[in-house]
């Protein structure tokens, strides 16, 4: 049984979720965004829990049938649950779940190889029991520590801010590191190598700090391995990291094999950690994936549209290749499905036409053909495709293909937007989305702009050297990140300058937002080589309608700031 009820008296909303006939969160609250986040909690536990059914649904109906249409459904359902454990940054379940996806398609063959003998049902039914064991255990949410967080960003799987640190005793790396978590929002449990490991919930990251040899290297032996090991089977869903690796491709690969999740090398070791760790509990909103389908066969397009929406990929089918343009320019896809034999018009002309169009010059482009002659094949990659697929093609094999090349190509895309330094949108992008916010406002909708500097920041890269300073504006740039809302819109703006947007925020809320992380920023230590330093920032704040455009909004803010600034710095001015 699964059911959401809900009571309101008096401006307080009591709330009741039922999953599997148990009652889960029963709390009474009266901030909105609150019950947002507890709601949007259960959405994510039954969007999960839709995955989980699905492979459970499948694999019975194999067993049932026997049938290879059925064994496709079920590997389409293990790797559409294996893409949702990746999305849920579950490292070690995403392992368990591909090693069963990796059985099931060595398993696959065609239809005369179906139903598999018994003794593989068996083998595959108890790795099936042991992932969904696996992923029972894992769902712990500390649903009081997020309802008691309402400034934090909305987290689809609701992780703890648990970090457990595993390092030699007295280590003042150790001891810098968790200070600098703390400052994020992070709780840091730190235990010695060997002992017993902590009695808590289970963490979101494991930090391994080896101890220093007398050559300055760090040491990785069998115990060190043991410990990982231990730690893998006690936390099959949090996310590892190994610091101080040595550049060697022998010892990462050992640490991986050990169950190791990411290694940082030497020189890159605290900006390397700190981002990585927030990315763990931060996740980005994106748009599904678009792709384009030019096939004139409806069966093809039927088998390919089944294979994409398994893994919630939306897809738009043109049969006739000289509706392509116009197709192409209302849908804007993130990648084209071309057929290679097509009446009037065959997929390697079409793809040299689109490649002379500058908005579709980097558009991925995957041939499906029945063609198996390599040199064919060569030739219509030479003139514009990226990637070849035969027909009768694997189902798995497609989406695959389909989800890693958009990904990359948002990724390349993403780069262009995005400032290197800290991550944030560039000074173009942040304004760019500023405009599309406040152009999408309804008449009575609300947005803040808040302009953020950093104090006295020459005279940090003066005293302690540019690389310090960039680590400073990274710090800011993280505990922004930690600490605004996913809702929320946050670029570099230049050189040590932020610009922020929140919408539906009031000034006084935005002010009350800013100046928290304020105080933090101006508690945070900054390393360098001499011991730690601290330093601060101002800010100011505009909103809409009060200022009608986004460049109206930024000025108004930047002269709030720059008021902050002959205030004596140090404090947030609104306009």
């Known amino acids: 049984m699964r059911g959401i009820s809900l009571v309101v008296s008096q401006g307080t909303v ?11 969160i029963e709390v009474g609250i009266r901030e909105n965004k609150t019950f947002i986040y507890l709601f949007q909690f259960i959405v994510a536990v039954h969007s999960l829990d839709d995955h989980l059914a699905a492979l459970h649904c499948r694999w019975e109906d194999y067993r049932g049938s026997g049938g290879f249409d059925q064994f496709i459904e079920f590997t389409l359902a293990l790797n559409s649950l294996a893409e949702r454990l990746a999305c849920l940054r579950l490292p070690g379940l995403v392992r368990q779940c591909e090693a069963l996806e990796s059985t099931a398609l060595g398993l696959f063959g065609d239809a005369d190889t179906h139903p598999i003998v018994e003794k593989s049902m068996l083998a595959m039914g108890r790795q099936i029991d042991g992932l969904l064991g696996a992923i029972a255990c894992a769902r712990r949410p500390n649903i009081k520590a997020h309802v008691e967080a309402p400034h934090a960003r909305d987290i689809e799987w609701i ?25 994020y929002g992070f709780r840091v449990h730190q235990s010695r190598w060997g002992a017993r ?23 990785i032996g069998r115990v060190a391995l043991k410990q990982v090991a231990r730690v893998r089977a006690r936390c099959p869903a949090s996310q590892l990291f190994y610091i101080g690796v040595p550049r060697t491709l022998d010892t990462m690969v050992t640490l991986m094999r050990a169950g190791i999740d990411i290694t940082v090398q030497r020189d890159d070791r605290m900006a390397a950690l700190l981002s990585r760790i927030l990315d763990l509990v931060q996740t980005q909103e994106q748009e599904r994936y678009r792709v384009l389908i030019v ?29 392509l343009f116009e197709k192409l320019d209302k849908y804007r896809p993130d990648l084209i499905l071309m057929d290679m034999y097509m009446p009037g018009c065959n997929g390697v002309e079409a793809t040299r036409a689109l490649r002379q169009m500058p908005a579709y010059q980097a558009t991925p482009i995957v041939y499906l053909s029945s063609e198996t002659d390599v040199g064919l094949q060569v030739e219509a990659l030479r003139l514009g495709g990226d990637q070849f697929l035969t027909k009768p093609f694997n189902p798995v094999l497609l989406a695959a293909t389909v989800k890693t090349t958009v990904e990359r190509h948002r990724e390349m895309l993403r780069g262009s937007h995005h ?36 104090d006295h920041f020459k005279s940090v890269n003066d005293t302690y050297g540019h690389p310090v300073g960039d680590q400073v504006i990274r710090s800011l740039a993280w505990l922004l990140k930690g600490r605004l809302r996913a809702t929320d819109v946050i670029g570099r703006y230049g050189g040590e300058e932020f610009l922020v947007v929140t919408p539906d925020t009031s000034l006084t809320e935005t002010h009350t937002v800013l100046d928290w992380i304020r105080g933090s920023f101006g508690n945070l ?32 803010a930047d002269d709030a700031l720059l008021q902050a600034k002959r205030l004596g710095r140090n404090r947030v001015v609104l306009a």
């Not at 601290?534 to 108004?556: C, D, H, K, M, W």
């Open 14 to 24: 009591a709330f009741f979720a039922v999953i599997d006939c148990h009652i889960v």
């Open 159 to 183: 992780k703890s801010r648990s970090v457990w640190m595993i390092a030699p005793a007295n280590s003042r790396w150790a001891k810098g590191v968790a200070e600098q978590l703390s400052f």
């Open 197 to 219: 490991l902590p009695d808590v919930e289970d963490p979101v990251a494991v930090l391994f700090l080896p101890a220093t040899d007398s050559d300055g290297s760090e040491s």
């Open 295 to 323: 096939e004139d066969s409806r069966v093809a397009v039927t088998k390919i549209q089944r294979a994409l929406s398994q893994h919630d990929i939306d897809s738009l089918a043109v049969a006739d290749p000289i509706q």
């Open 419 to 454: 400032d290197g330094l800290t991550g944030l949108l560039n000074h173009t992008a942040v304004k760019s989305a500023l405009d599309g916010r406040v152009s999408a406002l309804p008449p009575d909708g609300r947005i803040s702009v808040a302009m953020i500097d950093i």
């Open 525 to 556: 230590p900054h390393a360098h080589l001499g011991g730690l330093f601290r330093t601060t920032f101002s800010a100011g704040v505009a909103t809409y309608p009060a200022y009608r455009s986004g460049t109206e909004l930024i000025q108004a």
